[in-house]
């Protein structure tokens, strides 16, 4: 069964930093892009950020230059670093893996965590 289980949330003031993670259980990691999303109360999950199964990146234009994604295929997670953390970053993070970027984001085609709450004050 795959699982993926998110840690790292939690409460930091405007321009603090938190270091999210997601660890995946599933046969051959290495094969799997994987994302970041996000939903903040009243809004619609997003895209965060994502990260191919052969490293390359991508990120939301409002996060560019304070997120960075990456993984670490041998521990079979993937991390989320958050930098100069905004008010308008609250939301529930969750991780998300597919067979390929074009399938991430998906509910039939892609694997979902449970979400982790980032809260920014200001």
């Known amino acids: 069964q795959v699982q993926l289980v998110e840690s790292g949330g939690g409460l930091v003031q405007f321009g603090g930093s938190l270091r999210l993670s997601c660890a995946v259980s599933?046969?051959?990691?290495?094969?799997?892009?994987m994302g970041w999303y996000r939903q903040a109360p009243g809004k619609q999950r997003e895209l965060v950020a994502l990260?191919?199964?052969?490293?390359?990146?991508n990120y939301a234009d409002s996060v560019k230059g304070r997120f960075t994604i990456s993984r670490d295929n041998a521990k079979k997670t993937v991390y989320l670093q958050m930098n100069s953390l905004k008010p308008e970053d609250t939301a529930v993070y969750y991780c998300?893996?597919?067979?390929?970027?074009?399938?991430?984001?998906?509910?039939?085609?892609?694997?979902w965590g449970q979400g982790t709450q980032v809260t920014v004050s200001s």
């Open positions: 990260i191919t199964n052969g490293g390359a990146t």
């Open positions: 998300n893996a597919a067979l390929s970027v074009g399938r991430l984001g998906t509910n039939e085609y892609a694997y």
């Open positions: 599933i046969s051959i990691f290495n094969n799997y892009a």
